[in-house]
C-alpha cells in the first residue's frame, strides 16, 4: 500500500555509543552500511570517558549528509550530546532563520502584544497604534529587566524595575528621576528591533538582520496552501511542552518513516 511503499523509501537508523569499545556504530539494515563521512577527534585523556561529563564528549569536525536516503547515516552522537555543538547551532540555526512564535491572534488590535524567547533571546512582539506588528527585544536598555511578561494589550510596556517607559513600537517614553544625565537623549535609545513578518495566521522573527525573508524561505507554500482559508483561525490556548532531550531527538523522531500515516 502506500504506506508500505513510503517506509520502503525510508531507512532506519539508530545510533548507540559503545562505551567499552570507545566507538560509535550506525545500526543500519543489514544489506548495507555506508560509512560515515566524519572526522572526530576526543578530549582529554586516552581512557574510558563519563558521558555525564559534558567536557568530555566526543566533539565533531566535519559530517557530510548524503541526499541519497539509502546512504543517508544519523549524526555522531556529539552532535547530541557536546555542549559546543548546541552552542554553535543556537546562533547558526535558531539565531538566524525564520522562527514561528506566535499567532496572528495574539496580535490583532493596536496595543496587543506577547512576550517569546528564541535562541535564549527574550522577545516583545506588539502591535503599534499605528497598526504595525513589530518585534524587539524584552529587555530594559537600563538594568535589564523585562519590560513585558506573558500576553494581553497595553498602550505602553514598563520594566517593574525602575519604572522605564516604552512605547508599544520600542521607543522609550520616560525615565523615573532621570534628569540631568549627561550624554543622555531618550529619543536615541529604544529597544533593538528584530525582524519580524506574517503569513497565514503565524508570525515569525528572524533575529539575524541578513538573510532571505520570509516569503522567499516559504517559496510555493503560499501558493500550495492558497485554497485553504486561515483568516477565521483564532488562537484557542497555548500549552508548552518540555522534553528532556537534544532538540535532534525530537525532530528525528517526528520525522521517522514509521510514523508516516
Known amino acids: 500500500g502506500r504506506g508500505d511503499d513510503r517506509l520502503r523509501k525510508r531507512r532506519k537508523h ?8 570507545h566507538a560509535f556504530r550506525l545500526l543500519l539494515p543489514l544489506s548495507r552500511i555506508p560509512p560515515v563521512k566524519a572526522k572526530l577527534e576526543r578530549r582529554g585523556e586516552a581512557e574510558q570517558p563519563d558521558w555525564r561529563d559534558n567536557s568530555r564528549v566526543m566533539t565533531l569536525e566535519r559530517y557530510e549528509f548524503d541526499p541519497d536516503l539509502r546512504q543517508a547515516a544519523t549524526p555522531p552522537a ?6 559546543a555543538v548546541l552552542k554553535r547551532e543556537k546562533s547558526a540555526i535558531f539565531g538566524s532563520t525564520w522562527q514561528l512564535v506566535g499567532h496572528t491572534d495574539q496580535v490583532r488590535e493596536p496595543g496587543d ?6 535562541s535564549d533571546e527574550p ?8 497598526g504595525v506588528v513589530r518585534a524587539f527585544s524584552n529587555v530594559c536598555r ?6 513585558a511578561r506573558g ?11 525602575h519604572g522605564w517607559t516604552y512605547g508599544m513600537d520600542g521607543a522609550l517614553l520616560t ?15 529604544r529597544l533593538p528591533p528584530v525582524r519580524v513578518d506574517t503569513w497565514a495566521a503565524f508570525v515569525f522573527v528572524n533575529l539575524s538582520p541578513a538573510g532571505p525573508g520570509l516569503r522567499e524561505v516559504l517559496g510555493d507554500i503560499p501558493a500550495q496552501t492558497n485554497h485553504l482559508s486561515f483568516d477565521h483561525l483564532r488562537l484557542y490556548k497555548k500549552i508548552d511542552y518540555e522534553v528532556q532531550c537534544n532538540w535532534k531527538v525530537y525532530v ?9 500515516p
Open 14 to 21: 539508530a545510533l548507540s555509543v559503545l562505551p567499552g569499545a
Open 113 to 118: 502584544y506577547f512576550t517569546c524567547t528564541v
Open 142 to 147: 537600563h538594568r535589564a529587566g523585562p519590560v
Open 78 to 83: 556529539s552532535w547530541y550530546l557536546d555542549p
Open 252 to 260: 528525528d523522531n517526528y520525522l521517522d518513516g514509521y510514523h508516516i
Open 123 to 130: 522577545l516583545v512582539v506588539a502591535r503599534g497604534g499605528d
Open 175 to 189: 525615565t523615573p528621576e532621570f534628569e540631568g544625565v549627561a550624554c543622555f537623549e531618550k529619543k536615541d535609545v
Open 151 to 161: 500576553g494581553g494589550n497595553r498602550k505602553s510596556l514598563q520594566c517593574a524595575y
